[in-house]
Nanobody
Framework: VQLQASGGGLVQAGGSLRLSCTASGRTLSNHDMGWFRRAPGKEREFVAFISWGGATIYYADSVKGRFTISRNNAKNTVYLQMNRLKPEDTAIYYC???????????WGQGTQVTVSS
């Protein structure tokens, strides 16, 4: 499956964006999902996780208290609400589907988030 992340853009520090993740023709409702990001010159890093029913959620320490992951299984969409953005949040953001065993797939092209100071 290839996932489509959207909603990125250019925003000033302190601003907000909401990212969305969908999958054409495939259901995400019975999959645990994650958001990741890759900043320029850095490795891809974990941002947030949500279980298939939304009961389990956790975040990277760097975004805790500022970002909120959620999902609407009826709309087959996973969201990442990003508030109080910082320049260090600048990255390409990807959503991915967790597979049994803990690995992820469906990375897609990602969506660029740029935060200006």
């Amino acid at each position: 499956v290839q996932l489509q992340a959207s909603g990125g853009g250019l925003v000033q520090a302190g601003g907000s964006l909401r990212l969305s993740c969908t999958a054409s023709g495939r259901t995400l409702s019975n999959h645990d999902m994650g958001w990741f990001r890759r900043a320029p010159g850095k490795e891809r890093e974990f941002v947030a996780f949500i279980s298939w029913g939304g009961a389990t959620i956790y975040y990277a320490d760097s975004v805790k208290g500022r970002f909120t992951i959620s999902r609407n299984n009826a709309k087959n969409t996973v969201y990442l609400q990003m508030n109080r953005l910082k320049p260090e949040d600048t990255a390409i953001y990807y959503c991915a589907r967790q597979l049994p065993g803990g690995s992820y797939d469906g990375w897609g092209q990602g969506t660029q988030v740029t935060v200006s100071s």
